[in-house]
């Protein structure tokens, strides 16, 4: 029961330009989207988040983007560099739970950037 | 700047024997939780924590896994007779409940359980 679908395991993207890392889920009740970034044999790091009454969030070099009606979101790195290369999760909660919920992940893109 | 820390890094144990997993949250968070991620699969969420009590656990989280406040500053994952599908990566975080309708947890480095 794949909830939150990452469809791409892999993207290879050369330096300097733009990465884009897609998310797709399927339950309607999800209304708080997260990023996370993972090194090997580290913990996940938070990124950036979006609320579903936005459909845009930028931080920095860091943009999600979201379609509720499609249930799609995206995370576009703008320019890529070498220390982005890691493996990137798309994660999903409930804000109604209050915080209780536990986060649903998918499954992670391995971002490799190329010099 | 302030972090999730978990011991041990690696803990080996043989099926059957009953472990302890440690963190320590970030100091004024109020939420914990544990995940685990299983090699070549997701994360997934077992059990949150908040005023002392659980608050919502996945059906991964059986009889078999408790957890514990014991003091100000820990927060445990105790699995009472492992099993060698407990072997995975277990991941600590914590939430400090800001703004309404966010949740950016913080996630430790992670123990890697290794059942034989």
């Known amino acids: 029961d794949q909830q939150v679908k990452q469809n791409s395991p892999s993207l290879r993207v050369q330096e300097g330009r733009i990465s884009i890392l897609n998310c797709d889920y399927t339950?309607?009740?999800?209304?708080?989207f997260l990023w996370y970034k993972k090194y090997p044999a580290e913990g996940p790091t938070f990124l950036i988040s979006i609320s579903s009454i936005k459909d845009k969030n930028e931080d920095g070099r860091f943009t999600v983007f979201l379609n509720k009606s499609a249930k799609h979101l995206s995370l576009h790195i703008v320019p890529s560099q070498p220390g982005d290369s890691a493996v990137y999760f798309c994660a999903a909660s409930f804000s109604s739970g209050g915080g209780a919920d536990g986060l649903t992940f998918g499954k992670g893109t391995h971002l490799i950037i190329q010099p | 700047e302030p972090e999730v820390t978990q011991t041990p890094s690696h803990q080996v144990t043989q099926m059957g024997q009953e472990v302890i997993l440690r963190c320590v949250p970030i100091?004024?968070?109020?939420?914990f939780y544990w995940y685990r991620q299983i090699l070549g699969q997701k994360v997934e969420f077992l059990v949150s924590?908040?005023?002392?009590?659980?608050?919502?656990k996945s059906e991964i989280f059986d009889d078999q896994f408790s957890v514990e406040r014991p003091d100000g500053s820990n927060f445990t994952l105790k699995i009472r007779s492992t099993k060698l599908e407990d072997s995975a990566m277990y991941f600590c975080?914590?939430?400090?409940?800001?703004?309404?309708?966010?949740?950016?947890?913080?996630f430790g480095p992670g123990t890697r359980l290794t059942v034989l």
């Open positions: 100091s004024n968070h109020l939420y």
């Open positions: 339950n309607s009740m999800f209304d708080y």
């Open positions: 975080a914590s939430w400090f409940r800001g703004l309404a309708g966010s949740n950016e947890q913080f």
């Open positions: 924590f908040y005023n002392n009590e659980i608050s919502e």
